[in-house]
């Protein structure tokens, strides 16, 4: 008997799967290595210019005189740079800018940054000569605190890797629930598993878990993979720029705080949307020709009336709090969107239980709809 119902599960979430592969599936995936490859094209490119971005910290990082420095970058064929200090030469504006350079050694009057048309109409060497004045009002002391300062955690980092994720697996699994139980009816093929020997319940509940527990592992499991390729890809970088990569990236990373948040936070922010994952499915299965307004004009409705009559919003509160969203009080009671952590003791839990009630009797809803309407 248990293995005969284990086999009916698996066989509804594999049909579930196999009739939204490309949304369950092969979005996450291809999301995955598309920020995968974005990552590698951005390592390639800060390569080409490591040497002008060490120069530039190099200059951000020099003591100041009260009245700012000039700093000439001058970048050779070979790809090294070199920074020359030019002091300034009457008053200075305290902002980056770009302006002639003296004359050199060989008597020619360089310039950088002249636009076309002026007296001496001479073109910009962009990939040759820079020239910028830093500002001022810094301090050695200053200077050199900002040195000292750097990144201590990058679990945040790749907390937003990991946010993209779930803000494409959010749009994905309420689309998918929109139409998994609409389209039964509009293709008649509810006709067919009415036949079959599993009842609505195992359909609905089946539906329920795809949207709630196996797209999100899938897009869990590729937000993980794209993160580890972040972290790679960094070291990489830093391996070419002879630097640390253990100390700079490596241990700067708590992987198993940053997963547990991550699979744990998903968990508990199941448990908050299911309210509203439910309520979708009501409106696909009682929907004749749109699933979308029935889902959102209700609520829309209900909200604009106590706001006109009342002037309040504390349905549309409660409501928010039931769909994933970032709230940068600190208290989330969505968890699945944060950068810094869950905050797991001010969950309103009272609020958690009172919303899986209401889930289950919009679930109750939407099987007698399943069995009783199943006709457009």
């Not at 000039?70 to 002091?87: F, L, M, S």
């Not at 508990?268 to 929907?287: C, D, Q």
């Not at 706001?307 to 549309?316: C, E, K, W």
């Amino acid at each position: 008997m248990s293995s005969s119902s284990s086999t009916r599960w698996f066989t509804l979430i594999r049909r579930e799967m196999q009739e939204y592969k490309v949304s369950l599936f092969w979005t996450p995936v291809l999301l995955a290595a598309a920020l995968a490859a974005i990552m590698l094209a951005g390592v390639g490119f800060a390569n080409q210019f490591s040497n002008l971005g060490a120069v530039m910290l190099q200059a951000v990082l020099q003591d100041e005189t009260e009245d700012g420095i000039q700093i000439r970058i001058d970048i050779g064929d070979n790809g090294a740079a070199q920074v020359i200090t030019v002091e300034p030469e009457g008053e200075l504006r305290h902002d980056y800018r770009i302006e002639d350079l003296p004359e050199d050694g060989n008597g020619q009057d360089e310039r950088v940054g002249r636009l076309p048309g002026s007296a001496d109409d001479q073109a910009w060497n962009f990939s040759r000569e820079w020239q910028f004045s830093a500002p001022s009002g810094r301090s050695s002391a200053d200077s050199a605190g900002d040195n000292q300062t750097g990144v201590e955690n990058l679990n945040p980092l790749l907390q937003g890797i990991h946010v993209l994720m779930l803000i494409v697996l959010v749009f994905v699994t309420l689309n998918y629930l929109l139409g998994c139980l609409y389209v039964d009816r509009k293709d008649r093929s509810i006709l067919f598993w009415k036949s079959m020997p599993v009842s609505a319940w195992e359909e609905v509940l089946a539906k329920l878990g795809v949207a709630l527990l196996v797209a999100p592992a899938l897009f869990i499991a590729a937000s993980i993979f794209a993160q580890l390729a972040m972290v790679l890809l960094a070291a990489l970088l830093l391996w070419q720029q002879e630097l640390d990569a253990v100390e700079l990236v490596f241990a700067n990373i708590e992987p198993f705080e940053l997963l547990f948040n991550q699979i744990a936070g998903w968990l508990l922010t199941a448990l908050w949307v299911a309210p509203t994952y439910a309520w979708v499915m009501l409106a696909s299965a009682g929907a004749r020709r749109s699933p979308f307004l029935l889902a959102v004009t209700p609520v829309a409705g209900l909200v604009l009336l106590e706001s006109i009559l009342f002037g309040s919003s504390h349905l549309g509160r409660a409501m928010l709090n039931h769909f994933p969203h970032y709230n940068e009080g600190g208290s989330n009671s969505a968890v699945g969107f944060y950068l810094f952590g869950p905050d797991w003791m001010g969950q309103d839990y009272l609020g958690l239980v009172l919303g899986l009630v209401c889930a289950a009797v919009l679930l109750c809803g939407v099987v007698w709809l399943r069995r009783h309407r199943w006709e457009l």
